[in-house]
């Protein structure tokens, strides 16, 4: 699987939110730049420390006109407790089929503690205002991610 190429047309989707109302890509288009990021699990570790990252920055999202959606096979009530739990303040889409994150390339096989199995393989895509993909970040560190994504945008999308 691959991701898809810098400079074409994001991945359309639509999906539920925590609160189980759709999110649809095509949405923000014209208005808002979009960072998707998809995460393994809500309420690891790794991805806590991911989210309350994006949720303390949401002020400088917003004045560069940016929207984060975070994705991961959980169900929406999970995220909505995960919402709830660390007081999350943007939308945490559930892609329970994973068929969202196929088409986005982050869908394979991961190892972890001598176990292979398949899952989400932690990137992040920013997507500009006319819908392209313009980066992708596929070496996330959750502690720094939403500094990174903001020095991307800060420079120029």
Request: aromatic share 10%.
């Amino acid at each position: 699987m691959s991701f898809p190429k810098i400079g074409n047309l994001a991945p359309s989707f639509k999906l539920k939110n925590q609160a189980g109302v759709d999110v649809c890509l095509k949405d923000f288009k014209g208005k808002k730049n979009v960072v998707v990021y998809f995460y393994p699990k809500a309420s690891t570790p790794g991805c806590t420390v991911q989210a309350c990252g994006v949720r303390d920055t949401r002020t400088e999202f917003d004045s560069l006109d940016s929207v984060v959606l975070g994705i991961s096979p959980d169900a929406p009530a999970k995220l909505q407790k995960f919402t709830d739990k660390y007081d999350l303040n943007f939308d945490l889409l559930a892609d329970e089929d994973h068929a969202v994150a196929e088409q986005y390339g982050v869908w394979g096989l991961k190892k972890f503690m001598g176990r292979e199995f398949m899952g989400i393989l932690r990137t992040s895509f920013i997507i500009n205002k006319e819908g392209r993909l313009t980066h992708i970040l596929d070496k996330v560190n959750t502690k720094t991610h939403d500094q990174d994504v903001l020095n991307i945008l800060r420079n120029g999308i």
